[in-house]
């Protein structure tokens, strides 16, 4: 009887220790003290580790919304949930969120990364395809009228037999891609309607030619190739909304045409931009950007572009770990002066570009040295000197808090003729022993070696006095209490911004695009 009546005590404590998880518009509100009974609640759910004043997180919202709303209707068990990161912050370091939104999909409990686009259908494709069936079974007509027109992008395949080498081969390709959805079909008369005589895969698409038909080894990685190379639009323009199917895609090439859709020339430079793109589809990706919408603008400072330099185009390399960029070499646009520098890329024959600025007249004037690409290696890879060097953005208001600290270290060296304090704008230069994943990044290159050493200590001017002193041997610790310009972030996370699009006064780390 007592042990009866202690679990009792024990089972009603538990449930009023529970906290409510309430929800906003169909989200569910979660914090450190009902995280954890909301993953053994829930088997599936998707949770967005926010920031309250971060930009993309507030776009985020009402498509986020609207994706739980669909789930809702739908009566699917799968919940989307969210966490105020700056608040739960336990949650933010145990789940190792390093920007905003951070999206990560919990299956019994178990994270992943979420890897879908930010569109509410998007959202609830994604979704639906982790928790369902790699390909679903449609069983009549209408099932496939209604999978296909439901979707900016659909793939049917026809297989007479469902557990032919072929079907199997289908459905694996299927389990590989998370953001188009698969469907099955084993009737002949069905097929038949879709002019498939036996077995057959369609990709239907709402853009371009409409569909486009399988014609491969049926091969798992056959059928994914031709999957990714049909389900993105021929040409793409850069916005909001396509920036993650541009960057989140298995197309790690892309030709970025920078022009004003203002301009008298728009159509037929981009009427050669199509013409070109059908040559090197499932090759290369081929984007257009508008440059004059304001949000574009990074994108353009990261290559080195003002107005007055377009329309020109680029090549990056997302594959190479510094993102190669490649400069065509003509200025009159026509269709095969462009075919000719995608083709030359693909043929290996061209060198990347590095950008630099012409080397300042004062640039040695005052106590902290300006470097360019021109003059960098023979300042900062003297080996007779010691030198430290910040690789900053104008915009970057980490880098403005640091500027008066970095004046201040250098006008301390600026009579010792072993040391050199310099910066270097890397919006306009661009080095290829350096690679800059965030700003500002500082170098030390130490005299009588050709070792490059990352400074990752405190930014106060006694930890950066201290590193110089000890010949970049000590790497002081960063202080306890936050350095000032860590303090007030009003810029959006590495998760959702690169450096084309980093709000002012954020570290911000590139991402695996721009």
């Given at each position: 009887?007592?042990?009866?009546?202690?679990l009792?005590?024990a089972l009603v404590?538990s449930?009023?220790c529970?906290e409510?998880?309430?929800?906003?518009?169909?989200?569910?509100?979660?914090t450190?003290?009902n995280?954890?009974?909301?993953?053994a609640k829930?088997?599936h759910?998707l949770?967005?580790?926010?920031?309250?004043w971060c930009?993309?997180?507030?776009?985020?919202?009402p498509?986020?919304a609207g994706?739980?709303g669909?789930?809702k209707e739908?009566?699917?068990d799968?919940?989307?949930?969210k966490v105020?990161?700056?608040v739960?912050?336990?949650?933010a370091?145990?789940?190792?969120?390093?920007?905003?939104p951070t999206?990560?999909?919990?299956k019994?409990g178990?994270?992943?990364?979420?890897?879908?686009?930010?569109?509410?259908?998007?959202i609830?494709?994604?979704?639906?395809?982790k928790?369902?069936?790699p390909a679903?079974s449609?069983e009549?007509?209408?099932d496939?009228k209604?999978f296909?027109?439901?979707?900016?992008v659909?793939?049917v395949?026809f297989f007479?037999?469902l557990?032919?080498?072929?079907?199997?081969?289908?459905?694996?390709a299927a389990?590989?891609?998370?953001d188009?959805?698969f469907g099955?079909v084993?009737?002949?008369?069905?097929?038949?309607?879709?002019?498939v005589?036996?077995?057959?895969i369609?990709?239907f698409?709402k853009f371009?030619?409409?569909?486009?038909v399988?014609?491969g080894?049926?091969?798992s990685?056959?059928?994914?190739?031709?999957?990714?190379?049909n389900?993105?639009?021929?040409?793409?323009e850069?916005?909001d909304?396509s920036?993650?199917?541009?960057f989140?895609?298995?197309?790690?090439?892309h030709?970025l045409?920078?022009?004003k859709?203002?301009?008298?020339t728009?159509?037929?430079?981009?009427?050669?931009?199509?013409?070109?793109?059908?040559?090197?589809k499932?090759k290369m990706l081929?984007?257009?950007i508008?440059?004059?919408v304001?949000?574009?603008s990074?994108v353009s400072?990261?290559?080195g572009?003002?107005?007055?330099?377009?329309?020109?185009v680029?090549?990056?390399n997302?594959?190479?770990?510094?993102?190669?960029?490649f400069?065509?070499?003509?200025?009159?646009?026509?269709?095969?002066?462009?075919r000719?520098?995608?083709q030359d890329?693909?043929?290996?024959?061209l060198?990347?570009?590095r950008m630099?600025e012409?080397?300042?007249?004062?640039?040695d004037?005052?106590?902290?040295?300006?470097?360019?690409?021109?003059?960098?290696h023979?300042?900062?890879?003297?080996?007779?000197?010691n030198v430290?060097?910040?690789?900053?953005?104008?915009?970057?208001?980490?880098?403005k808090q640091l500027?008066?600290?970095?004046?201040k270290?250098?006008?301390?060296y600026?009579d010792d003729?072993?040391?050199?304090?310099?910066k270097?704008?890397s919006t306009?230069?661009e080095?290829?022993?350096v690679?800059?994943?965030?700003?500002?990044?500082l170098?030390?290159?130490p005299?009588d070696?050709?070792?490059?050493?990352?400074?990752?200590?405190g930014r106060?001017l006694?930890?950066?006095t201290?590193?110089?002193?000890?010949g970049?041997?000590d790497?002081?610790?960063?202080?306890?209490e936050?350095?000032?310009?860590?303090e007030?972030?009003e810029?959006e996370?590495?998760?959702?911004?690169d450096?084309?699009?980093?709000?002012?006064?954020?570290e911000?780390?590139?991402?695996?695009?721009?």
């Open positions: 009887m007592k042990v009866y009546v202690l009792m005590i404590g449930v009023f529970e409510e998880i309430i929800e906003e518009e169909n989200v569910l509100v979660l450190k003290d995280f954890d009974d909301a993953l829930h088997n759910i949770v967005e580790f926010y920031a309250p930009g993309h997180c507030k776009a985020l919202a498509e986020y994706a739980a669909t789930l739908r009566g699917s799968i919940k989307l949930g105020d990161a700056t739960h912050t336990e949650l370091t145990k789940f190792q969120v390093q920007g905003y999206i990560k999909f919990f019994g178990k994270p992943i990364e979420y890897g879908g686009g930010r569109q509410s259908a998007d609830v494709s994604w979704l639906e395809k928790t369902g069936p679903k449609l009549s007509s209408e496939v209604k296909i027109d439901d979707k900016e659909a793939v395949g007479a037999d557990e032919s080498a072929k079907a199997k081969a289908y459905t694996g389990d590989s891609i998370d188009v959805e099955i084993s009737s002949a008369d069905i097929a038949k309607e879709y002019n005589d036996g077995n057959g369609i990709l698409k371009d030619e409409g569909r486009a399988f014609s080894e049926y091969e990685d056959a059928i994914a190739s031709f999957v990714n190379a389900k993105m639009p021929l040409v793409m850069f916005t909304e920036a993650p199917k541009i989140g895609g298995d197309i790690k090439v030709i045409l920078f022009i859709k203002s301009a008298d728009f159509n037929d430079i981009l009427g050669y931009f199509n013409d070109v793109a059908k040559d090197f499932g081929f984007v257009y508008d440059v004059d304001e949000d574009n990074r400072e990261f290559f572009l003002t107005k007055d330099d377009v329309p020109t680029r090549i990056i997302m594959t190479e770990q510094d993102m190669a960029k400069k065509p070499d003509f200025e009159t646009f026509s269709a095969d002066a462009l000719k520098f995608a890329f693909v043929d290996g024959s060198k990347p570009h630099s012409d080397i300042p007249d004062d640039w004037k005052e106590p902290v040295k300006v470097l360019v690409g021109k003059n960098f023979e300042i900062a890879l003297d080996k007779s000197k430290f060097v910040e690789f900053y953005a104008p915009w970057c208001g980490h880098c500027a008066p600290i970095w004046d270290l250098a006008e301390k600026k003729e072993s040391i050199v304090i310099a270097m704008d306009k230069n080095i290829e022993e690679r800059v994943d965030s700003f500002p990044t170098k030390w290159f005299k070696s050709d070792e490059i050493v990352d400074y990752t200590g106060t006694d930890d950066l201290k590193f110089v002193e000890s970049g041997k790497m002081p610790a960063e202080s306890e936050p350095a000032p310009e860590e007030e972030g810029g996370g590495v998760e959702e911004t450096e084309a699009d980093a709000e002012d006064g954020e911000v780390k590139p991402k695996e695009e721009l």
